[in-house]
């Protein structure tokens, strides 16, 4: 049994409670035989903390599983209470999983970023905890890389969650959100970086005050960030940008406001007052836009790429949709099947598990009709079809990656079909990201392989 595996069984037994981040991860490196100051030392906590953390959790699950339970048992605990817990009717239901609460209008669809309190949110472990640990530390930047509609903005939105229920100030800023004219000079752009940071905590913008043509717009936002922000809170400030890929548009912008970022980073480890800052940027994709290295926020902090789902996740998240057959060695095999043509995609994964949650469709008409105009992905497959044929040198790239084992493309081509999810980086190797495309394309585009 994989520490994955375990630490379902653990969740569904709790339900409807669930087991923190920390404890998750204090779970799963016990399962795998780690001691707590290796623990500690690899999520950059106390080691004593860790211990208070894992007593906690084996207090819970001694109550649980009916016995006493430590990290030198653990294993064989959970194995024996897996084995003498009956299965109804012969079914290999995992234990703590009640179907019947389970009902299609609870089902969520699958729509922007997930809700924080959401039973459909996929944690990553170990990556939740880092980011907690992360952002706990003075001056520190978290790095979010991901393509779109697979998880980016739902971690932010936790990590920011957690640094509010930590005590600190935070501040959210959506770049896709901006009108474009902020985007058509430095000043302007960086005016309402400001003005936006001000009112979301509650202060009255005072631009004016510190703005000075004379000592230009990097200068003077700094200023303010520095003698009027950051002064004027009592708790670290957690700034999160999402959307930072929208710079990438506007290359002469993105040159000058990211290495300020990166300044802002560096200057926490000479000012105090930099060290409330603590930065999340989240982006879609690689940066391909020229910054100097020792300039770029884009090499420094923690970076975060998230994976895709696990077929032990999937599970897990289709055990939630109400899909009862998927506890069954045969249901993980039907699982796998979906995995095979879709990846372990967030979204392609969740739309699929809605829609068989909601019971609209069955799994083989699923799959026979995932590429087709009458399948439940079809409202998406079209609009990949129209970012591709509004750049057509974009259909000719991607025909490229399906068509050659070392597909060789232009930074800037890359960067927007990773950012459309359309394939995946592996080193230097550029692979489609899914099946799926690739049977779509391919009888849509004409492309022959």
Known sequence: MTDDEALMIVEQLLQPRRLNDLQQLVFCRSWRGQGYAEIAEDVGYDVGYIKDVGSQLWQLLSELLGEKV?????????RRYQQEKPKPDGVSQPVGVNFATITPDKLEFPSGSV??????????????AQCWAEVSKPGSLI??????????????????????QTGFNTVTLNLQQADRRVFESLDRFLRWFCANISQQLQLLPQLDEYWDEDIGSKMSCTLYMQRYILKSVDTALVLALDEVNRLFEYPDLASDFLPLLRTWYED?????????????????????IPLNLNQSPFNVGLPIKLPEFTLAQVQALALSHGLEWAASEAGVQKLQALVNLIGGHPYLVRLALYHLGRQEVTLDQLLQEAATTSGIYADHLRQQLSHLQDHPELAIALRQVFTETTAHLEPITTYKLESLGLITLHGEQIKPSCKLYRKYFQEVLGFEF
Do not use: C, D
């Open 268 to 288: 926490a480890s000479e000012y105090e007052v930099w060290q409330k800052l603590r930065l999340i940027v989240v982006h879609a994709t690689e940066v391909y």
């Open 143 to 164: 790095r979010i890389r991901a393509p779109q509609r697979t998880g980016k903005t739902s971690l932010m939105q936790r990590i920011v969650a957690y640094a509010k």
């Open 115 to 128: 809700p924080l309190h959401s039973p459909f949110y996929v944690e990553r472990a170990p990556i939740e």
């Open 70 to 78: 430590g990290k030198k048992n653990l294993q064989a605990a959970l």
